[in-house]
């Protein structure tokens, strides 16, 4: 019987390459390259699964450019790069990558808060540049501990912040749009409705995916409640936040400083105004991006991938 023929678009180690190769046909396309013509016709039309990080776009268009596709395995936990209803339409199974990298997406959050809190970028810039010795030590920066944490969005790595939170004692309040009793009743966190949780945040992170309901949910609306003196923080998607109206918000100082690891536009153009606002600290979508977590997530992905074409359920599969 002929292996089944897949797209890979996402790194995948030269040992799991190997046990890859014995079951399947690799293709190698680029990621990020558009998938309806990045092969001629006769070899997209062969083609049985797919596995891809959220540069691959999946539309009806693509959806149509495989007519055999029968699992897009993605290389990531969220699949807003994908339309979920089509490819159930078309019985095309959808994996994704979730609880591997809670921690290193909780880690990086918390990386992001510390360095708006002690302003650990300006902090290092004027050590190198040696304004140190020559004007002294930089301006005094803000406590942590003690402080308030809002989490928009109560997942599993919500939950993982949320617990991370509790060593350096602050204070979490979330909104979800279900409550977590066990977070609620363990301690990690106390629950708040929508408009509350922007109010009372010293730093508020997004935690959300991104779905129709969640772009562009967190604009100038949320930004007027917040404290003057309150940073944001998104490791989630980009399009959560209406960039255009936090680019306003930090060049007003209607809050106090942003710290990034997702934008709008990515890779985020130089020219981009939040390039220039010194009180912005920024990340190119790294959230994941570390060698055990990455490592985990591949293996993770191609083992979706393998059960699904074997006609085994599959580990982590989004489709309802
Ligand atoms: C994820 O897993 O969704 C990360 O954001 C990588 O895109």
Redesign the pocket.
Known sequence: MPQPRVIITAPVPADLREQLAAQCEIIDVPTGAGLADALPKEQLDSIEGVVC??RSKFDTAVFDALPRLRVVSNF???YDNINIPEATKRNVLVCN?PKV?DGAVADLTFGLLICLARDLVRGDAHVRSGAWAEKGAPALTQDIRGKTLGLLGMGRIGRVVAETAKAFNMKVIYHNRNRDAEAESLGFAEYRDRDALFAESDFLSIHVPLTPETRHSVGAKEFAAMKPTAYLINTSRGPVVDEAALIDALKAGRIAGAGLDVMEQEPLPASSPLCALPNVVLQA?V??ATVETRRAMIDLAVRNLLDALSGTRPQAMVNP
Do not use: N, Y
């Open positions: 990080t959220v990531a936990v969220g990558t990298l979508h959230g994941s």
